[in-house]
């Protein structure tokens, strides 16, 4: 069970409260689902016994727990946040179905650069004695690091519109493409400005992007040109030959801008929308030709992902005459 946490020392430094920006819930309101009094039977605490047992019984229960995460009693929000943070994460690793975005050390002979391969070498530096000549770089094998074959952009809609459950879905998809890209992957998060979370290239680990993805609260308005600008940038960093912007948004863009000729743009676009909420990224797919799907609940959020990215309309010319290099 997780309870409140110590109170600090006298004269000691006080925890922030970690108060999201928007609209929080308080327990009244939470207390409309059949299962709260059982998960929080108090101020600040989260059982998680109980979360576990409600979660293993109704998938549903999860709208909860993510709810509780923009919750107005600050330690129960945090044990929320916590809480929710390791169920994205292991749910985005069990549902992930090949790490498409990992570079490999890759063999090769007579290259000039990378890392020289000594038992790998052996056979051509005996054949070029036996010969009686000088070792040559063909007779030498050499690693390398292959770069990776996708990059990912996730860009997440923090506006008005946006939720505990939608914030929880972002989470996945951004804890997914950290499993599949680990080196190239950026998320982002908008509402009247941009914000970088993750930059491309970067150390923040899956785990603490989660937990900021989570601490968001939807407010604002919502520049969507802005953000995937700001997305187009991070990609043109990549090395990566795949780059891929992964838009969760309901795609109501509260300005008249460039949004469209913006998305189009894009070297590859993915929209995933709210189940409830989809007719403008329906939209928006269409004119700016990208790919776009709905996610009904936080956890189908990587496997909806997984679907997007396996069903990519135009296949890569190069991957066609070149299978398995990347």
């Known amino acids: 069970m ?5 109170a600090p020392g006298p004269g000691g430094p006080r925890p922030k409260s970690g108060r999201p920006e ?8 939470l207390a409309r689902h059949a299962r709260f009094a059982e998960v929080s039977p108090d101020v ?3 059982d998680e016994q109980a979360m576990g047992r409600a979660l293993a019984e109704d998938p549903t229960a999860f709208g909860l727990l993510a709810a509780m995460t923009t919750a107005t009693d600050e330690r129960l929000r945090a044990a929320a946040i916590r809480l929710s943070s390791r169920i994205v994460l292991e749910r985005a690793r069990a549902g992930r179905a090949s790490m498409r975005g990992v570079s490999r050390l890759r063999p090769a002979r007579g290259a000039t650069d990378g890392d020289l391969d000594i038992d ?5 530096v005996s054949a070029a004695r036996t010969e009686a000549r000088p070792v040559g770089h063909d007779d030498l094998t050499t ?9 990912f952009a996730v860009v997440v809609d923090r506006s008005g519109s946006m939720s505990g459950p939608r914030l929880a879905s972002a989470a996945t998809v951004a804890a997914a493409c950290a499993l599949r890209a680990p080196e190239e992957h950026a998320v982002l998060s908008f509402a009247g400005t941009v914000d970088v979370i993750r930059p491309l290239v ?3 680990a899956p785990a603490l992007v989660t937990e900021r993805l989570l601490r968001l609260s939807g407010h604002g308005v919502t520049r969507l040109a802005d953000a995937l600008k700001a997305a187009r940038e991070q990609l043109a960093q990549a090395r990566a030959r795949r780059r891929v912007v992964i838009l969760l948004s309901d795609c109501r863009s509260t300005e008249a801008d460039d949004t469209v000729e913006t998305a189009c743009s894009l070297p590859e676009l993915i929209i995933l929308a709210p189940a409830d909420d989809h007719e403008q990224a329906a939209r928006l797919a269409g004119l700016a030709g990208a790919r776009w799907g709905t996610v009904s609940h936080p956890l189908e959020a990587a496997s909806a992902l997984d679907q997007l990215l396996d069903a990519r309309l135009v296949p890569d010319p190069l991957e066609i005459l070149n299978p398995g290099k990347g």
């Open 2 to 6: 997780t309870g409140p946490p110590a």
């Open 143 to 151: 690693v390398h690091w292959a770069r990776p074959r996708t990059a």
């Open 22 to 29: 928007g609209r929080t819930v308080g327990r009244h309101q």
């Open 120 to 124: 790998a070498s052996i056979e051509g």
């Open 44 to 46: 600040g605490v989260l």
């Open 202 to 204: 970067s150390d923040v």
